[in-house]
């Protein structure tokens, strides 16, 4: 398959990533079925693009005609079968659940058309976990965006021993052509390249928070105006979600066993409670209602 052969995407999941990935592929000119099980989540997510659209023309970053072509070709819907069964690429954005993302790479495998390219956006769950699952392991790989997705330029592509050079060039040009600049990883590794990196920030700063050396406001503070970072590492895992970041890391110490992988206890708390970040309303931040 080509890229020009791409004309339906289908993006599982209506979250936090799933929304925006959608959204996006409809503006760059793909007709997109978002699929969801959670019917108020569907809701929130045609909500969001309901006012996006027209703000971006507000902005003078779409016309009038882009975003209504945008609408037109966008679809929210809670069945796999029909959102799937003429997808010509599939983005899987489900929760972080390795379980649940086996049962829907077996049902995406059999309904989805035997050319569609299956893709996971997990962050940290590599697509060999999930292949084997399927009768075209060639055709699958991690495709995984950055947080807001509409606007995070990078793209990790995730050639797994299964992956085609096929499957992960077209998945390359399919992030251009969605306006990104992906990276390509030639084999599977924890945390890929991003979440690697970005852990080693996090977990120092959680350790200086934890040691009660400066308050999540000071360390971010610094981190932006010393670093040159967009935001710092609290006011980050506010916006990717606390929860997300318990199971990064307790992924990891599952992995391997080094109780440095372990998440801080102030993680632990947050997870516990429910301070999740901004979509609990309050994280290390409070964001009221
Ligand atoms: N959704 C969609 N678009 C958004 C947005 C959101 N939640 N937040 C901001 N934007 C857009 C705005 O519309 C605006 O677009 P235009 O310039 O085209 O008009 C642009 O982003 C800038 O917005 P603002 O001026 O309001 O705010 P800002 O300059 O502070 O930028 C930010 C906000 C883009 C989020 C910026 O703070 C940033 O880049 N932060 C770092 C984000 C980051 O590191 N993401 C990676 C997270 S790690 C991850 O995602 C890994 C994982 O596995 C979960």
């Given at each position: 398959m080509k890229i020009d052969d791409i004309r339906k995407v289908c993006v599982v999941g209506a979250g936090n990533m799933g929304h925006q990935i959608s959204i996006l592929a409809a503006i760059r000119g793909y007709r997109v079925s978002c699929v969801d099980v959670n019917e108020k989540q569907l809701q929130k997510a045609r909500g969001f693009a309901e006012k996006y659209l027209p703000g971006r023309v507000a902005k003078k970053k779409l016309t009038e005609d882009q975003a209504r072509q945008a609408w037109d070709n966008l679809e929210f819907n809670t069945d796999l079968k029909k959102a799937a069964g003429d997808a010509d690429f599939v983005i899987e954005a489900a929760t972080e659940n390795l379980e649940l993302k086996r049962k829907i790479f077996e049902k995406l495998d059999q309904v989805a058309p035997p050319h569609a390219v299956l893709a996971t956006n997990s962050s940290f769950i590599v697509s060999s976990m999930v292949a084997d699952?399927?009768?075209?392991?060639?055709k699958v790989c991690n495709m995984h965006f950055f947080n807001p997705a509409l606007v995070m330029k990078c793209v990790e592509v995730v050639k797994g021993p299964h992956t085609s050079e096929e499957t992960a060039a077209l998945a390359m040009e399919l992030a251009r052509s969605l306006n990104k600049e992906p990276v390509e990883l030639q084999k599977e590794i924890y945390g890929f390249l991003v979440n690697r990196i970005l852990s080693a920030i996090n977990n120092e700063a959680l350790y200086l928070l934890d040691q009660g050396v400066a308050s999540a406001q000071d360390i971010d503070s610094a981190v932006v105006n010393a670093l040159g970072h967009p935001m710092g590492p609290f006011k980050l895992q506010d916006l990717t979600g606390i929860d997300l970041t318990y199971h990064v890391m307790m992924e990891r110490y599952r992995e391997?066993?080094?109780?440095?992988d372990k998440p801080s206890p102030t993680v632990v708390e947050k997870y516990v409670k429910k301070e999740w970040g901004q979509k609990t309303g309050k994280g290390f931040y409070d964001y009221g209602k």
């Open positions: 699952v399927t009768s075209r392991p060639g391997t066993g080094d109780p440095a």
